[in-house]
C-alpha cells in the first residue's frame, strides 16, 4: 500500500509504503531518507504495538535532528577531526559534533528522496545516487537499500553499493526501539542481551581509543539479559563519558549472527538483532529531549534504544578495526535483520 506522506521544503512529494505479513506484523517506509516510519508488532496479547519511534510526515523528519528511523551514510558514526586520508590523499569532511563528523557531516542520507525503485507486497527496495565529493567523500556511489518483511517476523535490511572509485562506506539504520511500544516513556526496565565480550574503548568525544576493552566485570557487559536501567548511571568513566550507552560493541564471532536482544515485560515483546558487520552502536537515546512525535507523542531522555550495526566507528583512523574502506567497483554488500516475537 501506498499513500502520500507530505511534502518536502524543496517541493517533493513523499510516499509511505506500508507491508503486511500473515502474523500481524506491519511496516511502513519512506522514500523521504529511506526511513523506517513504523514497525507493529503483535504482542503477547495479539495486539499491535509499534516499537520504533517516529513523526507523523516528511515535514516533521526534514525538521528533525535526532535520526528516527534513519538510513545513515556515507560513513555512519564518527570520524576524528573531520578528516581522513586515502591513497595518499587527505578528504575534509564537515565538522558538526565536538569537531569530528558524525554520521555523514552534512547534507544527511536521511535528509534526502530516494527512489522507490522496486515495490512489492513484501519489500521495497530504495536508490540513492551518491555523487564524487558528496559530504566531501570521494567518488560516485549507486547505493540500495531493500526494506523487507518476511514471513518470519523479520524486518531485513539489505544494503547494496558499488563505488566507481576507492572510498569509505558504512551504511546502518539509526531506529529507536520502545517495545513497550513507541509512547511508553523509558527504555530503562527493558532488558538487554548482547553477544559482545568486548566494546571500543572510546574518548570524551566518543572517539575510539583503539582498544578493545573486555566487558567483563563492568556496566558494559551485557552477556546476561540485563535492564537497560541497572547500571547506566554507575560511576563508570564510559558511561559518564557517553552520559549513558552511546558505544560501540565488538559482536562476537563473524558472519551473519545474532548480535543483541531486547525485551519487555510490558508487552512480551522480544527483538533480536542479526547481522553481518562487526560492531553495533548501542545509543539509549541519551540526547533525546522533548522531541515532538508521531500521533502526539512527545519523546524524552532514554525513550528508546538504537542498535546500529556498523564498522567500528573511526575505523579509517585505526590500524586494528576494520572497514570501512571499499576499493572501485567492490561491492558494498551487508544484510541487518530485527526479528520479533512475543513471549507469555
Ligand atoms: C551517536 C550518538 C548521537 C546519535 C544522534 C548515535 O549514533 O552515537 O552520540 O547523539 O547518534 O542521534
Redesign the pocket.
Known sequence: MVCGFGTTSKGDKAKLYTMKNDNGMEIAVSDYGAALVKLLVPDREGKAVDVVLGYDSAEDYEKG???FGAT?GRV???IAKASFELNNRVYALTAN?NGNS??GGRNFYNKRMWEAKEITDKSVTFALHSPDKDQGYPGDVDISITYELTEDNEVKIHYHAVPKADTLLNL?N?SYFNLSGHAFGTVLEQEVWMNADSFTRADAQ?IPTGELAPVEGTPMDFREYKAVGKEIDADYEALVL?QGY??NWVINGAGMRMAAKMRSKETGIVMEVFTDLPGI?F?T????ENEQGKQGAVYKKRHGA?F?TQYF?DAVHKENFEGPHIKAGDIYDTVTVYRFHAES
Open positions: 535532528d535526532v535520526y545513515v555512519a558514526n564518527r559534533d558524525l554520521h546502518t539509526h566518543s557517553g552511546d558505544h552502536q545509543y537515546g541519551n540526547f533525546l538504537c546500529e566507528p
